[in-house]
């Protein structure tokens, strides 16, 4: 769909953000009644969970500022535009992006906006970015893919919905980069998988039908449609980052494309933090991006129910190597953890309430 | 209720990045904009941002809880210095009551400080928690 043809639109800065807390699938699975026999397939052990006091804004705000601290040849004044991608956003209608740009000290002189194409909100804030800063409109623009992903009590959901995001700092022959796109391919289709209506709290899901028909349908699509405009194979790349809603389907889904499971391993965090929903393949980037090499090239393939993919084929640059220690790695935040039972799991979920 | 929509929008920038002021008269650094320096009385008084880090001057462990904390507790309430000197109260945060201790390195955090209700506005701010272990 876009072959860019040049190495000049980039990522300057990432920066990504977990909560503290964990749930074990165990602990889940003891409130319901669950055999733990039956949640093998999800391939999860635990998922992040958001603390008393954290929603999907100040975990944008945390990631956004990460990526800034990778960023610091960027002043936030010189941000043209915040967009934040999410399907959890506290208020439905008052931009995460608005709360972002004060937390930050961006300019009034900014442009700001939320996206929500459920778990593919975040690549579509990185899309307009690119968009934006290849046209000249945009110095710099910061876009940002974050969720406190909602599940239903007692939903298969809950063993996967997690807490946590990334932010990116991207600008077009400008700065010190970390990493450019070479191109960038897009699929959409009228697919019911997954939905929330409006005004109810938790989504909902179509069961087996998010597989198939969904995610492998759409990913798949996505990933060598972008190969192909490259003219690329798996072969020639170094990583594999596909949306990750339970930990097997990103590794079935790397094999069906051609890639063997060590391309996919190092950027998986859904068995350990679960999905962060718009976060979660961005955030695999940012793990990714925490330990690759200058010269190596990641595809990146987000999902969104209902559904679409985003591929993007990125390079990694010399940048890495000066900045990545600027900011807490991603796995800085997987070892910071402190474990929760189901009762304050639901407490700081606002599950339950007085 | 007529919602506090002006004094949230007045207090979010310091609120959120933690704003200070600067003497230029005394060199005093303070929290939040200041028109007059608390120390020497000057109005040459300067808008900064405040340090991201610092350590734990005081504590203490609230047990009685605000309903706001809908039931979350206890808490802790700290007096941190910041490496410029300048003190500030904050919640702190990721941290258990047990683990809190003077002199311990904090840094900043952005988190919900309270909302009107389930309809109104949403207050953010700083709290603090222990530095993040880097690799």
Known sequence: MTVFGDKKTVIVGYGSYIPRYRIKIESIAHAWGESLDTLRGLRVQEISVKGPDEDQVTIAVEAARNALRRAPEVSPKDIGAIYSGSESKPYAVKPTSTIVAAAIGASMSVRLADYEFACKGGTEAIISCISQARSGMIKYGLAIAADCSQSLPGDVLEYTASAGGSAFVIGHDSGDPIAYFEGQYSVGTDTPDFWRRDLIKYPRHGGRFTGEPAYFRHVIAAATGLMKELDMKPEDFDYIVPHQPNGSFPIEVAKRLGFSESKVLPGLLSPIVGNFYSGSSPTGLCKVLDQAKPGQRILLVSFGSGAGSDAFSIVVAEGIERKRGLAPKVEDYINRKKYVDYSLYAKFWGKIAR | ?135
């Open chain 2, 1 to 135: 209720m007529m919602p506090k929509s002006p004094r949230i929008w007045q207090l979010a920038e310091r609120r959120y990045r933690l704003l200070g002021s600067k003497c230029v008269l005394c060199g005093k650094t303070s929290v939040g904009p200041r028109s007059i320096c608390p120390a020497c009385g000057s109005d040459k008084v300067e808008t900064v941002q405040l340090p991201s880090t610092g350590t734990i001057y005081s504590y203490t462990v609230v047990h009685s809880l605000p309903a706001e904390k809908n039931g979350y507790g206890p808490y802790i309430m700290a007096i941190v210095a910041l490496e410029d000197g300048t003190k500030l109260t904050a919640e702190i945060v990721d941290c258990d009551p047990e683990d809190v201790k003077i002199g311990m390195p904090v840094e900043l955090a952005f988190r919900l400080i309270g909302q009107e209700s389930e309809h109104g506005i949403i207050y953010y701010g700083y709290k603090f928690r222990p530095i993040i272990p880097r690799t």
